[in-house]
Structures are given as C-alpha cells and as structure tokens.
C-alpha cells in the first residue's frame, strides 16, 4: 500500500540552527515526491518536489530535499532556520494517478 | 489576485444540516480537488475533477457531492452533516492531470458540526 511516514510529529529548533525534517515513502511505482508547508490558517504551498534526474532538488524560500531510493526516504533540509518558518511541513507521495498521498505533518517551531 | 478562493472560510452548523463549500479557480487549470484535513491535520484527498469530469472519488460517503459546474469551479455539498464531517476542507487546483504538476491550494473552509 501506498503510504508516507513522518516521524516527527513536532521539532523545534533555534533561530539560525540548521533543519532536517524526515520523510519516508512506500510506494510500489517510481514515486513523484514534494514537500508542501502550511502556515497557520493558510492553504498549503509547494515547496519543492522531486520526480527524475538529480536527487538532490532546490526549492522556494532556501529548502533542499534529497532523494535517497535505498533508504525510501526524501528528507527536508535547510542549513539555517528563520523564525518565519515556523509552519506545518507535509511530505506527499504521488504517481501515474495524481492521487497525491500526504504524510502526517511535522510541526516546526523556531526559537529566538 | 487569489488565485484558488474558497467560500466561506467558516461554517459552524448542526447536526442533519445540509451545507456547501464553494471554490473557485482564477489560473486557467483543467484539474479540481477536495481534500479533508481532520483534527490531527491528516490530510486526504475526497474527489478530482478534470475537465468537469469526475476522476477520483476515494471512499467518502454519499453524503458528500461534488459539482462542477465549469472549470474553474467545484462545489462541496455535504447533506446530513455529521460531528465527524468537522475538519477543515481544502480545495486545490492544478493545470492538468500530469502528477508532477504543483496542486495550489485556496485558504480551506473550517466546518464545525455541533
């Protein structure tokens, strides 16, 4: 079955310390994988997503993710945290249905 | 401009009520969805439309129905309503059916069944 893991259910982290937010993919096909973030009372918003090629893909607002198909995992990261990042984080998995399937969230709060 | 708007953006109702969420989509895209996100922000696609035909409809209940009357939009009607039909109800949109495509979002709908 389809499905995405994120472990952490809420990270927190100092204003310019480095970001890694974990994500883990079961899916049977050649997964298409994005992160999305959601900032309170908002919509959601594509932060980058991966579908071929290069494995490590660059994405809005100083995000990278890498791909890693040994590990089945698609990892967020970000070398330096500010405070407006503190948002909802969602890892999705999607495939020839363009039925996206989210993971659970992980919830980012950022200290001063 | 918003490019993804939902109305409204709260509903608070009882229980047996019959309610619709309105979205609309201001970029031009062929392809419409509903998702559910629930109180532990779990977030689940109900319905897709494409070209005002109906893609996919995961395993919600009856109760729930989709309209489009054109491409920009899709309606969610939901009859019955039910305490656990609270959640926060998006609408996104993307330019086609290709899955690579980014899905943008509107604000969501709050619906609270009391």
């Known amino acids: 079955a389809q499905s995405v893991t994120q472990p952490d259910i809420h990270i927190t982290v100092s204003e310019g310390a480095s970001l890694e937010l974990r994500c883990n993919y079961s899916?049977?096909?050649?997964?298409?994988l994005f992160w999305y973030v959601q900032s309170p009372g908002q919509g959601l918003q594509l932060l980058l997503k991966?579908?071929?090629?290069?494995?490590l893909v660059q994405g809005i607002k100083g995000f990278e993710a890498e791909f890693k198909r040994s590990q089945s995992s698609f990892n967020l990261r970000k070398p330096s945290v500010h405070w407006s990042d503190a948002a909802e984080y969602f890892c999705a998995v999607g495939g020839a249905t363009n039925k996206l399937i989210f993971g659970t969230g992980t919830l980012l709060a950022v200290q001063p | 401009d918003t490019a993804v708007s939902q109305t409204p953006k709260y509903l608070v109702t009882q229980m047996g009520n019959d309610k619709s969420i309105k979205c609309e989509q201001n970029l031009g895209h062929d392809t419409m969805y509903w998702y559910k996100q629930d109180s532990k922000k779990f977030l689940k696609i109900m319905f897709s439309?494409?070209?005002?035909?109906?893609?996919i409809n995961e395993t919600v209940p009856n109760r729930f129905s989709p309209k489009s009357p054109d491409k920009a939009h899709l309606n969610l009607h939901i009859n019955s309503l039910e305490l656990g039909d609270s959640a926060v109800y998006f609408c996104?949109?993307?330019?086609?059916?290709?899955?690579?495509?980014?899905?943008?979002f509107g604000p969501g709908t709050r619906l609270t069944v009391t």
């Open positions: 439309y494409n070209n005002k035909e109906l893609i």
């Open positions: 991966y579908f071929s090629g290069d494995t």
């Open positions: 996104a949109s993307s330019q086609d059916l290709t899955v690579t495509l980014e899905q943008y």
């Open positions: 899916y049977g096909a050649t997964p298409y």
